[in-house]
């Protein structure tokens, strides 16, 4: 087995597909470096990010398969999953070579593998759009934390940017360590000291606007209200919103 190891980001993944393509080993396993388990027998191939060659992968699958169907390898590769990036690898050899129809066919394993895990991505990243909770800032900054199971931020900027054009935002995943901010022009990528890195202390280093601790408790009172105890339906709630979610939710907090 040979590793072809990356830089962890989506422009290196294709970089070394393209290398691993060019040097035709078609047992090449994407990995990186922190996961990569030390193995005697282990071949291991660096490549660097090229964007030039990262592009030519995304021109030429766009080409076999068109463009929406390219963007579900981007959103199997933030699955974060290497066992996935590696089904991504196959796959990709697969339409370069002679079937660019695979990914319709559910009776190839990986192509099916492939199906789920986009699904996968869609869940997380519709529950991220539905509990997201902004704070008000001092300064009019509405800030949120986020923890999700996969990298799905990429994923759900540009919803948020369509719903929330005239504020200032920042949506932060404590999880990988980087979030966006968007400025009222456009977004950025941004990443916090690691002094300030700590999850649970994030939304205290934020100082509140005085007005959003009075809206947070008229929050807390509506859903307190609207609560119907008698019918209550401990399981099916945590179907809908799993307790994973609860301690960046306002309504879920004393």
């Known amino acids: 087995m040979t590793y072809y190891i990356f830089d962890g980001s989506y422009l290196g993944y294709l970089s070394a597909f393209f290398q ?23 071949v291991k191939t660096y490549v660097e990010t090229d964007s030039e060659r990262a592009k030519r992968i995304l021109k030429g699958l766009e080409k076999h398969i068109g463009k929406e169907r390219v963007y579900d390898f981007y959103r199997n590769f933030l699955s974060e999953d290497p066992k996935a990036w590696h089904i991504g690898f196959k796959l ?17 394993a990986d192509a099916l593998a492939l199906s789920q895990t986009i699904k996968k991505m869609g869940r997380e ?11 008000k800032s001092a300064d009019e900054l509405y800030s949120a934390v986020i923890e999700p199971d996969f990298n799905v931020l990429p994923l759900i900027i540009s919803f948020f940017k369509k719903r929330f054009a005239d504020q200032r935002w920042l949506i932060y ?20 000291s690691e002094a300030s890195n700590k999850d649970a202390d994030l939304a205290i280093q934020i100082e509140l606007d005085k007005q959003e601790t009075h809206y947070q408790q008229l929050w807390k009172a509506y859903f307190k ?18 307790k994973r979610y609860w301690k960046y939710l306002v309504e879920k907090q004393d």
């Open 20 to 42: 691993s393509f060019q040097d035709r080993k078609v047992d090449a396993v994407p990995m990186i470096e922190e996961k990569l388990e030390s193995s005697f027998f282990a």
């Open 92 to 108: 990709m050899r697969s339409i370069f070579t002679n079937n660019p129809g695979i990914l319709k066919n559910y009776a190839d």
């Open 125 to 135: 990243s519709h529950r991220m759009k539905a509990f997201i909770r902004f704070s």
């Open 173 to 192: 995943d404590v999880k990988r360590r980087y979030g966006y901010l968007y400025n009222l022009q456009d977004i950025q990528e941004v990443t916090l």
């Open 225 to 242: 209200a609207t609560n119907i105890v008698a019918r209550k339906n401990i399981k099916l709630h945590v179907q809908h919103v799993p």
